[in-house]
């Protein structure tokens, strides 16, 4: 019988030895789904208009916002989680965004993807819901 990943859990001792990057991957993935999702239920038009809503959430500046906002909310574990995501040196170059909050989107990915794989979904949605919220009222 073939084996189910999806099944399969990751112990609070393995996540930590997860580079802060590959938090980063997973994390992106995650927070656009719950965007994207967002933008569905928010704006029920075509799919051009669905990515231009969307955009405005997922961006290195707007994920910047929420980290700065949220700091003081987040537990100091969750803290952690942004500033190891923060100062990891990146190959890529960001071409829409100045590094700085480039540095900071990459720490609230990273923070997504330690919530997401550590099954900690409640908090995931709480922050994510959050950071809807604090994007929404720039807007």
Not at 33 to 51: E, G, P, T
Request: aromatic letters at 10%; one cysteine or more; hydrophobic letters at 35%.
């Amino acid at each position: 019988m073939k084996k189910n990943f999806f099944d399969e859990e990751i112990c609070e001792q393995e996540i930590g030895l997860i580079p802060p990057l590959v938090l980063a991957y997973i994390g992106d993935a995650v927070y656009e789904v719950y965007i994207r999702q967002y933008a569905i239920h928010h704006c029920k038009k075509n799919v051009n208009d669905l990515h231009k809503m969307s955009t405005k959430f997922v961006q290195a500046k707007a994920q910047a916002k929420i980290v700065h906002v949220l700091e003081e909310e987040l537990s100091e574990e969750e803290w952690i989680m942004v500033k190891k995501g923060r100062n990891q040196k990146s190959s890529s170059v960001p071409k829409n965004a100045c590094l700085t909050d480039y540095k900071y989107a990459t720490g609230f990915e990273t923070l997504i993807g330690y919530l997401y794989l550590s099954k900690n979904i409640n908090r995931l949605e709480e922050v994510i819901q959050r950071g809807i919220e604090i994007i929404e009222e720039s807007l």
